[in-house]
C-alpha cells in the first residue's frame, strides 16, 4: 500500500507541473546475443519524435559489448552513431552527425528483494560543427519483480565537462515484461530537464518504448 500511495503522489506531482511541456516518443529496439557465460554483443536502433510524437528529429545506431566480470561488476564498451536537428524559431534545422564512444562500468546488488544498478557512463562525443568533448551520465535503476513483470524507478544525471557543469536530468518511471526467453518489452515515463545558465528548464515528457530480442 505505502509503495502504491509514493507513485500516486509522484503522478500527481508530474501532471500537476509539467502539462504544459512537450511530449516525445523515444522508439527503442534491442539486439543481444550471449556470446559466454560473461559476454554479450548488442546491437541497438533509436528514433526519438518531438512536437507532441509528431516530428522525427533523432536516430541512432549502437553496438557494443558487455562483460560480466563478476556478481557486482559489469563492464561496457559500445560506439554510437547519431543523427540530431534542432526545432528553432518554428524553423528546423539542418541534420548533424555525432559519433559517440562510451565505457559503462555498473554496480550491481540487490538488497530487500530489489534489484539496483548504478551505471557509470563515460561519453567522448565527436560532434559534426561542434568541439569534441566528454561527458559524464551516472544512472540509478531500482527495480523489483512483481506478478511477472518488472517495475521500475530510475534518474540520471548528466555533467558536460566543455561546459563544466551538470546541465540535464533524468527522471523515469517504468515497467518491463518479460514475454519468452527471447523476447521481453518496456514502456515508460520520463521527465527530462535541462539547465541554461544558473536555471533548470525546458522539461520534457517522454513516453518511452523499448523492445528487446535475445539470441
Known amino acids: 500500500m505505502k509503495k502504491k500511495i509514493i507513485f500516486y503522489i509522484l503522478g500527481l506531482i508530474i501532471l500537476e507541473n509539467h502539462t504544459y511541456a512537450d511530449w516525445e516518443w523515444w522508439n527503442e529496439t534491442e539486439f543481444n546475443w ?13 528514433q526519438k519524435f518531438k ?4 516530428d522525427l528529429y533523432l536516430y541512432n545506431f549502437q553496438s557494443g559489448i558487455t562483460f560480466a566480470l563478476n556478481d557486482y561488476w559489469d ?9 540530431e536537428r534542432e526545432y528553432e524559431h518554428k524553423k528546423w534545422q539542418p541534420w548533424l552527425d555525432e559519433h559517440r564512444i562510451q565505457i559503462d562500468p555498473v554496480l550491481k546488488w540487490e538488497c530487500w528483494g530489489l534489484k539496483i544498478s548504478d551505471r557509470n557512463r563515460f561519453e567522448y562525443r565527436i560532434l559534426e560543427a561542434r568541439k569534441d568533448r566528454w561527458r559524464y551520465c551516472n544512472r540509478i535503476k531500482i527495480k523489483k519483480e512483481i506478478i511477472r ?15 563544466d557543469t551538470l546541465n540535464k536530468n533524468r527522471f523515469e518511471l517504468g515497467i518491463g ?3 519468452a526467453y527471447l523476447l ?4 515508460y515515463y520520463m521527465l527530462e530537464s535541462s539547465k ?12 518511452g518504448t523499448v523492445l528487446k530480442i535475445k539470441f
Not at 51 to 54: E, F, G, I, K, V
Not at 184 to 187: R, S, Y
Not at 196 to 202: E, F, V
Open 34 to 46: 550471449k556470446l559466454n557465460k560473461q559476454t554479450e554483443w548488442g546491437f541497438v536502433v533509436e
Open 51 to 54: 512536437n507532441d510524437m509528431h
Open 75 to 83: 563492464f561496457g564498451l559500445s560506439y554510437k552513431y547519431e543523427k
Open 149 to 163: 513483470t518488472e517495475p521500475y524507478l530510475a534518474n540520471e544525471i548528466f555533467y558536460d565537462f566543455y561546459k
Open 177 to 179: 515484461k518479460k514475454w
Open 184 to 187: 521481453e518489452t518496456e514502456i
Open 196 to 207: 541554461n545558465g544558473n536555471d533548470w528548464h525546458h522539461s520534457t515528457n517522454v513516453l
